[in-house]
C-alpha cells in the first residue's frame, strides 16, 4: 500500500512481508497507523451512509423511506460509528504514524499490543455494525445509551455493550501506547517542552482516555448488570436511579469530545507555522491550554442534564465552569492567529482545512457557549440547535483537523504529491456544502425543532430541505477526497524529504515515502 | 530494545495499568457517592424518600398554605390503572394530613406493585415527611382487585418560604417485571 518496498536500502532489515500476511501480522507503526487509517476511512464512508439515510427521511416532513424504529437504529448507530470508528480512530492512526516520527523514536514502545489494538477495534466494529441484522434491529435509543430506553434494546443489547468494552479497550491499550512512547522513547534532546504540539496534544489525550474510558465501562457494565442480572443501578423501581446513568455518562462524554477535538487542536498547530513559515506564537501557552481543557473537561459535564433537574447552585456551578472552557479555547484561537499576522501565507489544501477549522470551529464554540446558559438551555436543549452545535465542532473541527493533517502529510507517506487542483476543490466543495448542511440546524432548533425524530411538522420543511441537499452535497465531495487519496498512493510527483516550503520538525528530515524502518539511531537534535 | 528501557517500559505500563484500574473503580465508587452528594445538598436519597419519617405534629403554621399536588404515572411495564384521588390539596405546614391513590391491578393474574415516590421541587424534598405510606411495602393486588391506598403526610414548618407549592409523584411498578430486564 503506502509505502512499497523502499526499505529495500536499509541493509540488515527485510521490508515487510508480501500481501495480506503483512498486514495481519505487522508490528510496524507505519502499517498500524495505515490501517487505523485505512479502517477510519471506511467507517467514515459508512456512518456517512448512514446520515444520509437520516438527511434523504428528512428531506421532507412525513414518513417516506425508513420507519421510526430504523431511523433510531440510524442516528445511533451513525453517531457510534463516527465517534468511536471514525474520528477517534483517525487520530489513533495519525499518531501511530506521526509521533515516533516526530520525537525521532524508531517505533511505538509496545507494537505487539500496538496491533493487538487495532484488531480489537476492527472486530468491535464488525460486531456493532452486525446487530442491524439481529432480531430487533441494531441500538435505537441514542449514542447516550440512556436507560430505562436502552433497556428495551433486544438481541442487539449484549452485542452492543460488548462492542463498547472492545473498543473502550482497545482505546486504552493505544494510549498506553502513546504514553509510554513519549515518556520513554524521546530522542535524546527532545525535552518535553521541545516536542512537536501534535505529540503534547496526543500526550494530553491519552491521560484523558486513562482517565475517563474505563468509567464509561463501568457505566455499561452496570446497564449489562441491570439487564441480566437483576441489579437496580439504574432501576427506579428497584431503587435505582436512571439520572445516575447520565452522570456516569457524561462524566465520560465531555471529556470524550476533549479527546476528538485535542489532537486536532494540535495538528492545526503543526499546519498554520509551516504555511505562514513562521514559528507557532505561544508555544508554552499553547501546552498550559490543551492542559487546562482538559482538567476543566472534568467539571463541566452536567451541562449536558441542566433540564434533568438539578439545584440553582449546581446550574450556576456548571454554567461558570463550562464558560471558562472558553478561556483556555480562546487563547488557542488567539494563537494560531497570531501566527498568521505577518506570516508569508500560502494556501494549500492542508492550510485550507486549518483556516476553515479556526472560522468554522469557532463558530460551534460560540453555539456551546450559549447552550453553557442554563436558562436557555432549557429551550436549546434537545433541539436541532444542539445537534448543529456539536456537528460544528465535530465536523469542521474535528473531521477538518484530519483531512488537514491528511493532506499535510500525505506526501511523507506515500512519497507522492497528490493533485493539488483536486484536493482544493475537495476543499471547496466539503467547507460550502457543511455550512449547507449544519447552518441552517441552528434556525431549526431555535425554532423548536426537536433531535432524534424522523418527522416534523410542516413549517420546517424549508430548512430541512436545505439541509439534506448540502448532506448529500457533503456526502458526494468526499468521494473526491478518496480519489485524491488513492491517486496519490499509486503514484505522483515526487515528494521531497521536506515536501513544503517551510517544513519545521524531525519527520521533514527523514526521505518521503518515509522508509520501512526510521531512526533506528536516534537522530541529533540541536 | 535496551534493557533498560524495556523495564522501565514495563513500569510505567504498569503504572498506566493501575491508573484504568482506579478509573474503572472510580466509575462504580459514583454509585453510593451519588447518593452521599444527594444526601449532603439535601436533595435527599432514594432510600429517604422510601422511609417513614417520625412527625411532630403538635403546633401546626396555620398562617401559611402550601399546596399539595398529587400524580401518578405507570411505567409501561405495568398493566394497572393508578391515580390519585385528588388533584391537589391545601396543607398547613406542621399538620399531619392523609391522602389516598386507588389501583386497579388489569392484569389478568394476581401482582405485586411497589410505588417509588418522588418529590419537586427538589430542595423540598427534605421538608416533605412521611408517616405511613404504601410505597414502604410491596403492595399485593389479586385478579381483577381495586383498592385504595393510603399516604399519611407533613410538610414541614421549615419549608423555605419562596415554595408554595410541591408535586407528590409516584410511579408504581410491576415487581415482577423489575427485575426481568427486557420487559
Ligand atoms: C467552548 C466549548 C464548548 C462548550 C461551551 C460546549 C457546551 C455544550 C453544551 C452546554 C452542550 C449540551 C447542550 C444540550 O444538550 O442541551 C453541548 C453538547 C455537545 N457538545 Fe459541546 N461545548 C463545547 C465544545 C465542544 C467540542 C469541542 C465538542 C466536540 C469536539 C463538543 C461536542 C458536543 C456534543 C457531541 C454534544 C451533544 C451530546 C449529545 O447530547 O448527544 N462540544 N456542548
Ligand atoms: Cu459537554
Same mark, same amino acid.
Given at each position: 500500500?503506502?509505502?512499497?518496498?523502499?526499505?529495500?536500502?536499509?541493509?540488515?532489515?527485510?521490508?515487510? *512481508?508480501?500481501?495480506?500476511?503483512?498486514?495481519?501480522?505487522?508490528?510496524?507503526?507505519?502499517?498500524?497507523?495505515?490501517?487505523?487509517?485505512?479502517?477510519?476511512?471506511?467507517?467514515?464512508?459508512?456512518?456517512?451512509?448512514?446520515?444520509?439515510?437520516?438527511?434523504?427521511?428528512?428531506?421532507?416532513?412525513?414518513?417516506?423511506?425508513?420507519?421510526?424504529?430504523?431511523?433510531?437504529?440510524?442516528?445511533?448507530?451513525?453517531?457510534?460509528?463516527?465517534?468511536?470508528?471514525?474520528?477517534?480512530?483517525?487520530?489513533?492512526?495519525?499518531?501511530?504514524?506521526?509521533? *515516533?516520527?516526530?520525537?525521532?523514536?524508531?517505533?511505538?514502545?509496545?507494537?505487539?499490543?500496538?496491533?493487538?489494538?487495532?484488531?480489537?477495534?476492527?472486530?468491535?466494529?464488525?460486531?456493532?455494525?452486525?446487530?442491524?441484522?439481529?432480531?430487533?434491529?441494531?441500538?435505537?435509543?441514542?449514542?447516550?445509551?440512556?436507560?430505562?430506553?436502552?433497556?428495551?434494546?433486544?438481541?442487539?443489547?449484549?452485542?452492543?455493550?460488548?462492542?463498547?468494552?472492545?473498543?473502550?479497550?482497545?482505546?486504552?491499550?493505544?494510549?498506553?501506547?502513546?504514553?509510554?512512547?513519549?515518556?520513554?522513547?524521546?530522542?535524546?534532546?527532545?525535552?518535553?517542552?521541545?516536542?512537536?504540539?501534535?505529540?503534547?496534544?496526543?500526550?494530553?489525550?491519552?491521560?484523558?482516555?486513562?482517565?475517563?474510558?474505563?468509567?464509561?465501562?463501568?457505566?455499561?457494565?452496570?446497564?449489562?448488570?441491570?439487564?441480566?442480572?437483576?441489579?437496580?443501578?439504574?432501576?427506579?423501581?428497584?431503587?435505582?436511579?436512571?439520572?445516575?446513568?447520565?452522570?456516569?455518562?457524561?462524566?465520560?462524554?465531555?471529556?470524550?469530545?476533549?479527546?476528538?477535538?485535542?489532537?486536532?487542536?494540535?495538528?492545526?498547530?503543526?499546519?498554520?507555522?509551516?504555511?505562514?513559515?513562521?514559528?507557532?506564537?505561544?508555544?508554552?501557552?499553547?501546552?498550559?491550554?490543551?492542559?487546562?481543557?482538559?482538567?476543566?473537561?472534568?467539571?463541566?459535564?452536567?451541562?449536558?442534564?441542566?433540564?434533568?433537574?438539578?439545584?440553582?447552585?449546581?446550574?450556576?456551578?456548571?454554567?461558570?465552569?463550562?464558560?471558562?472552557?472558553?478561556?483556555?479555547?480562546?487563547?488557542?484561537?488567539?494563537?494560531?492567529?497570531?501566527?498568521?499576522?505577518?506570516?508569508?501565507?500560502?494556501?494549500?489544501?492542508?492550510?485550507?482545512?486549518?483556516?476553515?477549522?479556526?472560522?468554522?470551529?469557532?463558530?460551534?464554540?460560540?453555539?456551546?457557549?450559549?447552550?453553557?446558559?442554563?436558562?436557555?438551555?432549557?429551550?436549546?436543549?434537545?433541539?436541532?440547535?444542539?445537534?448543529?452545535?456539536?456537528?460544528?465542532?465535530?465536523?469542521?473541527?474535528?473531521?477538518?483537523?484530519?483531512?488537514?493533517?491528511?493532506?499535510?502529510?500525505?506526501?511523507?507517506?506515500?512519497?507522492?504529491?497528490?493533485?493539488?487542483?483536486?484536493?482544493?476543490?475537495?476543499?471547496?466543495?466539503?467547507?460550502?456544502?457543511?455550512?449547507?448542511?449544519?447552518? *441552517?440546524?441552528?434556525?431549526?432548533?431555535?425554532?423548536?425543532?426537536?433531535?432524534?425524530?424522523?418527522?416534523?411538522?410542516?413549517?420546517?420543511?424549508?430548512?430541512?430541505?436545505?439541509?439534506?441537499?448540502?448532506?448529500?452535497?457533503?456526502?458526494?465531495?468526499?468521494?473526491?477526497?478518496?480519489?485524491?487519496?488513492?491517486?496519490?498512493?499509486?503514484?505522483?510527483?515526487?515528494?521531497?524529504?521536506?515536501?513544503?516550503?517551510?517544513?519545521?520538525?524531525?519527520?521533514?528530515?527523514?526521505?518521503?515515502?518515509?522508509?520501512?524502518?526510521?531512526?533506528?539511531?536516534?537522530?541529533?537534535?540541536? | 530494545?535496551?534493557?533498560?528501557?524495556?523495564?522501565?517500559?514495563? #513500569?510505567?505500563?504498569?503504572?498506566?495499568?493501575?491508573?484504568?484500574?482506579?478509573?474503572?473503580?472510580?466509575?462504580?465508587?459514583?454509585?453510593?457517592?451519588?447518593?452521599?452528594?444527594?444526601?449532603?445538598?439535601?436533595? #435527599?436519597?432514594?432510600?429517604?424518600?422510601?422511609?417513614?419519617?417520625?412527625?411532630?405534629?403538635?403546633?401546626?403554621?396555620?398562617?401559611?398554605?402550601?399546596?399539595?399536588?398529587?400524580?401518578?404515572?405507570?411505567?409501561?411495564?405495568?398493566?394497572?390503572?393508578?391515580?390519585?384521588?385528588?388533584?391537589?390539596?391545601?396543607?398547613?405546614?406542621?399538620?399531619?394530613?392523609?391522602?389516598?391513590?386507588?389501583?386497579?391491578?388489569?392484569?389478568?393474574?394476581?401482582?405485586?406493585?411497589?410505588?417509588?415516590?418522588?418529590?419537586?421541587?427538589?430542595?423540598?424534598?427534605?421538608?416533605?415527611?412521611?408517616?405511613?405510606?404504601?410505597?414502604?411495602?410491596?403492595?399485593?393486588?389479586?385478579?381483577?382487585?381495586?383498592?385504595?391506598?393510603?399516604?399519611?403526610?407533613?410538610?414541614?414548618?421549615?419549608?423555605?418560604?419562596?415554595?408554595?407549592?410541591?408535586?407528590?409523584?409516584?410511579?408504581?411498578?410491576?415487581?415482577?417485571?423489575?427485575? #426481568?430486564?427486557? #420487559?
Amino acid at each position: 500500500m503506502a509505502h512499497g518496498n523502499e526499505a529495500a536500502g536499509h541493509g540488515n532489515h527485510d521490508g515487510p *512481508p508480501k500481501g495480506l500476511v503483512r498486514w495481519l501480522t505487522t508490528t510496524n507503526h507505519k502499517d498500524i497507523g495505515t490501517m487505523y487509517l485505512v479502517f477510519s476511512l471506511a467507517m467514515f464512508l459508512i456512518g456517512g451512509l448512514m446520515a444520509l439515510a437520516i438527511r434523504a427521511e428528512l428531506f421532507q416532513p412525513g414518513l417516506q423511506f425508513v420507519n421510526p424504529s430504523f431511523f433510531n437504529q440510524l442516528t445511533t448507530v451513525h453517531a457510534l460509528v463516527m465517534v468511536f470508528g471514525a474520528v477517534m480512530p483517525a487520530t489513533v492512526g495519525l499518531a501511530n504514524w506521526m509521533i *515516533p516520527l516526530q520525537i525521532g523514536a524508531a517505533d511505538m514502545a509496545l507494537p505487539r499490543m500496538n496491533l493487538f489494538s487495532f484488531w480489537l477495534l476492527f472486530f468491535a466494529f464488525m460486531l456493532l455494525i452486525s446487530t442491524f441484522f439481529v432480531p430487533g434491529g441494531a441500538p435505537a435509543a441514542g449514542w447516550t445509551l440512556y436507560p430505562p430506553l436502552v433497556l428495551q434494546t433486544g438481541t442487539a443489547f449484549p452485542m452492543a455493550i460488548f462492542a463498547i468494552h472492545m473498543m473502550g479497550a482497545s482505546s486504552i491499550m493505544g494510549a498506553i501506547n502513546v504514553i509510554v512512547t513519549i515518556v520513554n522513547m524521546r530522542a535524546p534532546g527532545m525535552t518535553l517542552l521541545k516536542m512537536p504540539l501534535f505529540s503534547w496534544s496526543w500526550l494530553i489525550t491519552a491521560y484523558l482516555l486513562i482517565a475517563v474510558m474505563p468509567v464509561f465501562a463501568g457505566g455499561v457494565t452496570m446497564l449489562l448488570t441491570d439487564y441480566y442480572f437483576q441489579t437496580s443501578f439504574f432501576n427506579a423501581a428497584g431503587g435505582g436511579d436512571p439520572v445516575l446513568f447520565q452522570h456516569v455518562f457524561w462524566f465520560f462524554g465531555h471529556p470524550e469530545v476533549y479527546i476528538m477535538i485535542l489532537p486536532a487542536f494540535g495538528i492545526i498547530s503543526e499546519i498554520i507555522p509551516t504555511f505562514s513559515r513562521k514559528p507557532i506564537f505561544g508555544y508554552e501557552a499553547m501546552v498550559y491550554a490543551i492542559a487546562s481543557i482538559a482538567f476543566l473537561s472534568f467539571i463541566v459535564w452536567a451541562h449536558h442534564m441542566f433540564t434533568v433537574g438539578m439545584p440553582l447552585a449546581g446550574q450556576l456551578f456548571f454554567t461558570l465552569s463550562t464558560m471558562l472552557i472558553a478561556v483556555p479555547t480562546g487563547v488557542k484561537v488567539f494563537n494560531w492567529t497570531t501566527t498568521m499576522w505577518r506570516g508569508s501565507l500560502s494556501f494549500e489544501p492542508p492550510m485550507l482545512f486549518a483556516l476553515a477549522f479556526l472560522f468554522l470551529f469557532t463558530i460551534g464554540g460560540f453555539s456551546g457557549l450559549m447552550l453553557a446558559i442554563a436558562p436557555a438551555d432549557f429551550q436549546y436543549h434537545d433541539t436541532y440547535f444542539v445537534v448543529a452545535h456539536f456537528h460544528y465542532v465535530l465536523v469542521p473541527g474535528a473531521v477538518f483537523g484530519i483531512m488537514a493533517a491528511v493532506y499535510y502529510w500525505l506526501p511523507k507517506w506515500t512519497g507522492h504529491m497528490y493533485d493539488m487542483t483536486l484536493a482544493k476543490w475537495h476543499f471547496w466543495l466539503t467547507a460550502i456544502f457543511v455550512n449547507v448542511l449544519f447552518f *441552517p440546524q441552528h434556525f431549526l432548533g431555535l425554532a423548536g425543532m426537536q433531535r432524534r425524530i424522523p418527522d416534523y411538522p410542516t413549517q420546517f420543511t424549508d430548512w430541512n430541505m436545505v439541509s439534506s441537499i448540502g448532506g448529500f452535497g457533503f456526502g458526494l465531495s468526499q468521494l473526491l477526497f478518496v480519489w485524491v487519496i488513492i491517486r496519490c498512493v499509486k503514484g505522483g510527483q515526487r515528494a521531497t524529504a521536506g515536501v513544503w516550503d517551510w517544513p519545521h520538525g524531525l519527520e521533514w528530515t527523514v526521505p518521503s515515502p518515509a522508509p520501512y524502518h526510521t531512526f533506528e539511531k536516534a537522530p541529533e537534535l540541536h | 530494545m535496551e534493557a533498560p528501557r524495556r523495564k522501565s517500559n514495563r #513500569g510505567l505500563v504498569a503504572r498506566l495499568v493501575l491508573m484504568t484500574a482506579g478509573s474503572f473503580a472510580f466509575g462504580f465508587a459514583l454509585v453510593p457517592l451519588y447518593d452521599v452528594f444527594c444526601e449532603v445538598t439535601g436533595i #435527599g436519597t432514594r432510600a429517604e424518600l422510601s422511609r417513614a419519617a417520625t412527625a411532630d405534629a403538635s403546633a401546626p403554621d396555620v398562617n401559611r398554605t402550601v399546596v399539595v399536588e398529587f400524580t401518578a404515572s405507570v411505567p409501561d411495564n405495568g398493566s394497572w390503572e393508578f391515580a390519585p384521588v385528588v388533584a391537589s390539596m391545601e396543607v398547613h405546614p406542621g399538620r399531619l394530613y392523609e391522602a389516598h391513590y386507588t389501583a386497579h391491578n388489569l392484569a389478568d393474574r394476581e401482582t405485586t406493585g411497589q410505588a417509588v415516590p418522588s418529590i419537586t421541587p427538589l430542595r423540598a424534598a427534605r421538608y416533605f415527611r412521611k408517616t405511613e405510606c404504601f410505597c414502604f411495602t410491596p403492595q399485593k393486588f389479586a385478579r381483577d382487585e381495586q383498592r385504595e391506598l393510603l399516604v399519611r403526610f407533613t410538610v414541614d414548618r421549615d419549608l423555605p418560604p419562596g415554595i408554595d407549592r410541591l408535586t407528590l409523584s409516584y410511579a408504581f411498578y410491576d415487581v415482577a417485571h423489575v427485575a #426481568g430486564g427486557a #420487559g
